[in-house]
């Protein structure tokens, strides 16, 4: 065992973080592929749109034929029939004639232009009156002008939104090389803890960082392996890691680094493999006892008991690793969703350590006000009245009322 | 059919989604209602914790016996054992004595006060010196301090978020009504389209919508009924529309408003019952081909074929549909992730037309600069260069180079 605390700022923390390999690569269907992240880059196969397509419904023709038409001089072309969609433009269009043709028809051989249905009229059916020019390419999408084939269209390490899929798609790949999806176990410790579903006899209390963890864990995209109430006794939870070190890619001990606990779970981790816990307790507020271990090339993550701080350094250092291990940046992204608002009350911060406040929002005056929650970390139904949070810098001495804060939304 | 284009503002067609009744309740397992909606409120049935608990570890005592407690006048108290974990604590506490506990542990009676393990010493094992007074209840939460026996914890309408899980798994809440997932049907319509599988002839091209619909219908919390691709053909189009409206709660139509289709699919609209068609056109661009129908209670949406418009019809007025039938507030909230730029450069708009400026995120001196992403709303590809879109108002003139921008976030 370690002979002593290895208290670590944040920043010291991510650094630890980033070095853990990211998940393992595998194929996937394109169209289960949101949320995602490409293991290798995409090149494209093929031109789009493959051929020269309309963008607007009307009339294909030369568009040197419409130099100079307007409506007091329109120009009057030969109407040669009409494009069918989906069917090969065979016909060519000759000089001083037009093809009817729909938004997303194929350019018939010939034409350079569609000019829009709006600046047209029909005399007679077998004339085209056109009121306005065309410049060559108008109404047109070249082909190859959205994709070029041999493009790279998706660098590796791109999350996949929709966008992605719908351009992959239409590209004709239906498959893709991603990361896998981060397997977490979460063990819950604690002699006092009985499910949900039952009745806690006197001292004893519901599982519940189970469940807000787990549903966090969802939520950024990793897979929740439940691993539920493991006793507070040394060779059944150092079995259970043991187990979920073996078959998982992360492993989430919660209420293993309090105090009266915390012996125990690090000289289990301590006993599984090199190098070992690289950090005990972050100087954070809430969240102060957390373990970060790495046994092998995987991490062992010793989450505090209270559910507030458990869910405070999961947002903070679970998310990031998982977004890690997915194959995304750690950090200094944009993912989170955030707002600016005033305080409603100064709040106090101690130097060398970083808080983070929970804040309930409120409209006023049309922008944003955030209102502090008080309460202890050991209540849940904080985090309930909480509508995000505010974190307060290791070198700040605190906030002043009516200051303009960053409020990250739960 | 209508008589003329019915072209509304944005703020006009928010008025008319808002007015579609929520899907239907149900109930749902706690632990899997990630997302959901409560569709009514919910109370608290007991007391949470059920008991007075340590919220740290140290010694169960008399708070008064530790007044005037310091390093240099420390307070003697007589050790007696020690709390077990999970079990009831049943021998009082009385004047003079102090009981081991660890955080989460019952607090005996008589006890109303924790002291901290920091702030004692063990001169041996029968006695306790405690080095700093405790107030009444420091390092305990109180029976019903966390959430009281009738309490309403969530009112009807609520987001379940992973705080709300964890807060009704610890009070033994595993069952939980809220609103049915949305089912959307997804339709696209085009004798141009072939499955992403198939390699297209000439005058083919993929079905690219329904993929990138498709991943954004998941996003926001709906379930995709996929229809696949439906043959321009009145009778057939038709038939699949009057089965997803009677099978779904959403009925989207691909590609089915553009000009050359638009007289179509409004027809059908129409024939199947009233009030049919409300809006024929949206003042925004791109996405102006829009239609907005009713049939009865149920919503379909005819979507502009062009895949940029379609994407952002979807993102402006498609998602808010989603979460408003999934039983949440339909503008308005805070709900979308943004972030504050500077413009790249400057951005004409069309008074009259609310204008969707896809933009691409640079960093620069710690800040964030948007730079437009130019190119057709046919093309695919600019959006997957997008990171976020900025919205420029219906009587705007357009944005200059330099100003700082709200973008939204794909």
């Known amino acids: ?73 329109p120009v009057y072309l030969e109407m040669t029939g009409e494009i069918s969609m989906g069917e090969e433009a065979r016909e060519p269009v000759s000089a001083g004639r037009a093809i009817k043709i729909a938004t997303g028809g194929m350019l018939p051989p010939g034409a350079d232009a ?3 249905e709006e600046y047209t009229n029909l005399p007679d059916d077998r004339t085209l009156e056109v009121t306005r020019a065309c410049a060559p390419w108008d109404g047109v999408l070249r082909a190859g002008e959205d994709v070029r084939r041999g493009d790279v269209i998706l660098e590796a390490g791109r999350l996949i939104r929709p966008q992605e899929i719908g351009a992959l798609s239409a590209l004709g790949i239906t498959r893709l090389r991603v990361y896998r999806k981060p397997v977490v176990s979460l063990i819950a410790t604690g002699d006092e803890l009985v499910d949900p579903e039952q009745v806690p006899a006197p001292g004893q209390i519901r599982n519940l960082n189970q469940y807000s963890i787990g549903a966090m864990i969802e939520e950024c995209g990793g897979v929740v392996d439940h691993r539920g109430i493991v006793r507070d006794d040394y060779e059944t939870i150092r079995q259970v890691v043991t187990d979920a070190l073996e078959r998982t890619d992360l492993v989430l001990i919660s209420g293993g680094s309090s105090i009266g606990r915390k012996d125990f779970t690090v000289e289990i981790i301590e006993s599984l493999g090199e190098p070992g816990v690289l950090v005990h307790g972050i100087s954070i507020s809430p969240g102060k006892p957390t373990i970060v271990a790495r046994v092998g090339s995987k991490p062992v993550i010793g989450l505090p008991g209270h559910p507030v701080s458990a869910m405070i350094v999961f947002e903070v250092f679970g998310k990031s690793l998982i977004r890690h291990l997915a194959g995304l940046p750690i950090e200094g992204g944009n993912w989170r969703r ?57 070198n700040s001495e605190g906030l002043r009322e009516g200051q303009e804060v960053e409020v990250i939304l739960f």
Chains 1, 2 share one sequence.
């Open 338 to 394: 955030t707002l600016h608002a005033r305080l409603s009350r100064n709040v106090a911060s101690a130097q060398g350590r970083e808080d983070y406040i929970r804040v309930a929002l409120e409209k006023s005056n049309g922008g944003w006000v955030a209102q502090p929650v008080l309460g202890k970390s050991s209540m849940i139904s904080t985090m309930v009245k909480a509508d995000g949070y505010i974190r307060i810098d290791l």
């Open 114 to 116: 569609v000019v829009m």
């Open 1 to 73: 065992m370690k002979p002593f605390f290895q208290v670590k700022t944040p920043g010291e923390v991510f650094e630890i973080l980033r070095e853990f390999p990211p998940a393992s690569k595998e194929e996937t269907a394109t169209s289960s592929a949101l949320g995602r992240v490409t293991a290798e880059p995409v090149t494209s196969p093929e031109n789009l749109p493959p051929f020269h397509r309309a963008t607007v419904d009307g009339y294909a023709v030369l568009a040197k034929d419409t130099f100079g038409a307007s409506d007091g001089v």
